[in-house]
């Protein structure tokens, strides 16, 4: 009878599994006929299941299910694509290897969505917002201590983040924030692609804020 019990409760468990990676399955079903309403229900169940929640094609499938959604004219003004950035970026954290060409080229898209809402929110003076967005930037291009977007075939990305990590500087010093500020114009200063003489003036009047005297003539003394 016991034995009986345990085949049971091991049926039972093997049939949640079966359903919940079937949730993945519908959703991919649901993307192919673009119902992305029913494709979200599906992998979102799909992804808080115990049986699936570490399954990287769960994830990988919720991120492709948002970044289509993005994709969409309507949904030109959402912002979509963060969940579709979190959800490879969970991908990756359980299987580096796994889809990674694929991934890897969303997760591009993905940064470069957030970069040019980054500078639309710059341009309207929405420091924290473009902070934030430009953050993402860097950090995506920052995944695996660099190493997944190194290389010639990322040339672009590099110069992308690169940019990114000024502007995020930029954008904590129209903030305000000088702690945060400090480092990021610092690299910018040396940094071929984005230097200028800007960036000198700013730190000038970062180090000013901070009674650091000898550290802002310094910094005007390079300008």
Do not use: H
């Not at 991919?28 to 992998?43: F, H, L, P, S, T």
């Not at 898209?109 to 967005?133: H, M, S, T």
Request: hydrophobic share 40%.
């Amino acid at each position: 009878m016991r034995k009986f019990a345990l085949l049971a409760i091991g049926l039972g468990l093997g049939m949640t599994s079966f359903a919940q990676k079937s949730q993945i399955r519908t959703a991919k079903n649901y993307m192919g006929e673009k119902n992305y309403e029913k494709a979200k229900a599906a992998i979102e169940e799909a992804v808080t299941s115990e049986s699936t929640k570490d399954d990287p094609s769960a994830w990988y499938v919720r991120g492709t299910v948002y970044l289509q959604m993005q994709l969409l004219k309507e949904n030109a003004d959402k912002d979509f694509y963060t969940e579709a950035g979190k959800s490879y970026k969970k991908a990756i954290a359980l299987n580096p290897s796994y889809e990674k060409q694929d991934i890897n080229q969303k997760l591009y898209a993905v940064a470069r969505l957030n970069f040019n809402d980054g500078i639309r929110a710059y341009e309207k003076l929405n420091y924290d917002l473009a902070y934030n967005k430009f953050a993402e930037v860097v950090d995506i291009a920052g995944l695996e201590d660099g190493k997944r977007f190194s290389g010639k075939t990322w040339a672009e990305f590099d110069t992308i983040a690169r940019q990114a990590a000024a502007y995020q500087g930029f954008s904590a010093y129209y903030a305000n924030k000088y702690d945060e500020a400090l480092p990021l114009l610092e690299k910018a200063k040396v940094d071929p692609v984005v230097k200028s003489s800007n960036i000198y003036l700013m730190l000038a009047d970062v180090y000013e804020a901070k009674n650091d005297n000898a550290n802002m003539m310094a910094v005007l003394s390079e300008a």
